[in-house]
């Protein structure tokens, strides 16, 4: 099963506010809100932005925000700042046989 | 703290076997699912294994199924992931996670090791 469907890359400048879609089929995006988000800095760990669609973790900043519309996901990122260049990556739980848990191929967020 | 730390990482030759740790702290590591996931030279994150809180349940990718088995002991609060007949496309940094769904997976990561490097080649 192929990767969910991400913008290899994405960028605005400081202030802006930016979308990143992640598209996927009925057995993974469309069909359950176990879809996450996650913010990689270079040779740092991993960190939760969003699970479940469009909740934030504790101590995320609510400039970050997640929805679902069909088989598509979304991350908005408000008041772009240098600190939040990234890459991000979607995540959902997916039927498939195959895979339990189907990640994005990543966006490289740029900040201007 | 909440604290998640991989070892066991290193290079091996295609066909070896490498055993990877994962020493948890600052939370009842009983309590929840646990996975391993990697990212490749490059390139994206990739979902490898998950075991729930009492090791009833296990899954793997089709990429790892037969060659990987993933365990873990809560007395000693650590997760394992014994790696068989590797390949050189099983390169990557390898991280365990915490599900934040505690006994209830909701395939959402909250807690990230750092990760340790298994570079597969002769």
């Known amino acids: 099963q192929s990767a969910l469907t991400q913008p290899a890359s994405v960028s605005g400048s400081p202030g802006q506010s930016i979308t990143i879609s992640c598209t996927g089929t009925s057995s993974d995006v469309g069909g359950y809100n176990y879809v996450s988000w996650y913010q990689l800095h270079p040779g740092k760990a991993p960190k939760l932005m969003i699970y479940d669609v469009s909740n934030r973790p504790s101590g995320v900043s609510n400039r970050f925000s997640g929805s679902k519309s069909g088989n598509t996901a979304s991350l908005t990122i408000s008041g772009l700042q240098a600190e939040d260049e990234a890459d991000y990556y979607c995540s959902s739980y997916s039927s498939s046989t195959t895979l339990d848990v189907i990640f994005g191929g990543g966006t490289r967020l740029t900040v201007l | 703290q909440l604290q998640l730390v991989e070892s066991g990482g290193g290079l091996v030759k295609p066909g070896g076997s490498l055993r990877l740790s994962c020493a948890a702290s600052g939370f009842t590591f009983s309590d929840y699912y646990i996975g391993w996931i990697r990212q490749a030279p490059g390139k994206g994150l990739e979902w490898v294994s998950h075991?729930?809180?009492?090791?009833?349940?296990?899954n793997y990718a089709d990429s790892v199924k037969g060659r990987f088995t993933i365990s873990r002991d809560n007395a000693k609060n650590s997760l394992y992931l014994q790696m068989n007949r590797l390949r050189a496309e099983d390169t990557a940094v390898y991280y365990c996670?915490?599900?934040?769904?505690?006994?209830?997976?909701?395939?959402?990561?909250?807690?990230w090791g750092q990760g340790t490097m298994v570079t597969v080649s002769s």
């Open positions: 996670a915490r599900d934040r769904g505690g006994n209830d997976p909701r395939r959402a990561f909250d807690i």
């Open positions: 075991i729930s809180s009492r090791s009833f349940y296990t």
